[in-house]
């Protein structure tokens, strides 16, 4: 029996503006990643760009403590102790959870674009990463 997947940042009920929440996404962009300098600087480049941001250190944390209905998109890094990015999407797959996800990388193997594509990550980026990049695939993730 299959579950049904779960679409971060949809909602039932009405909005704020009355529009069915169905309708509604969130604004909330979370970044896993284990490298802090990272974080910090995507961070402050989506709340430039006026979204709300929650960082994770590590996809165990995310797990935790992560709202998953809040969540317009994911960035992700592939590696990263305790779990790898692809491991912490095929968690959120076997959970039922479905989060546009862009996943950051230094490799250029073309295994990793093929394991993401078929894990249902919708973008890998290469470091050093092109912000342009990064801020149209969040603004496409959130409208």
Same mark, same amino acid.
């Given at each position: 029996?299959? #579950? ?15 529009? $069915? ?14 490298? *802090? ?7 402050? &480049?989506? *709340? ?36 790898? #990015?692809?491991?912490?999407?095929? *968690?959120? *797959? ?5 989060? $546009?996800?862009?996943?950051?990388? #230094? ?12 894990? #249902? ?12 990049? &990064? ?9």
């Amino acid at each position: 029996m299959h #579950g049904s997947k779960q679409v971060a940042g949809s909602h039932r009920g009405l909005g704020a503006s009355g529009a $069915p929440m169905s309708q509604v996404r969130s604004n909330v962009v979370a970044i896993v990643d284990d490298d *802090e300098d990272v974080r910090d600087v995507i961070s402050a &480049l989506f *709340e430039l760009c006026g979204h709300d941001v929650e960082t994770y250190k590590s996809g165990t944390e995310f797990l935790q403590d992560a709202v998953l209905d809040r969540l317009a998109c994911l960035v992700v890094d592939l590696k990263m102790p305790e779990m790898t #990015g692809l491991e912490l999407v095929a *968690e959120l *797959e076997r959970r039922g959870v479905a989060i $546009p996800t862009v996943l950051i990388t #230094g490799s250029h193997e073309a295994s990793v674009r093929a394991q993401a594509a078929a894990s #249902g990550i919708m973008t890998v980026m290469q470091k050093p990463i092109s912000a342009q990049q &990064l801020v149209r695939f969040v603004a496409f993730s959130v409208h």
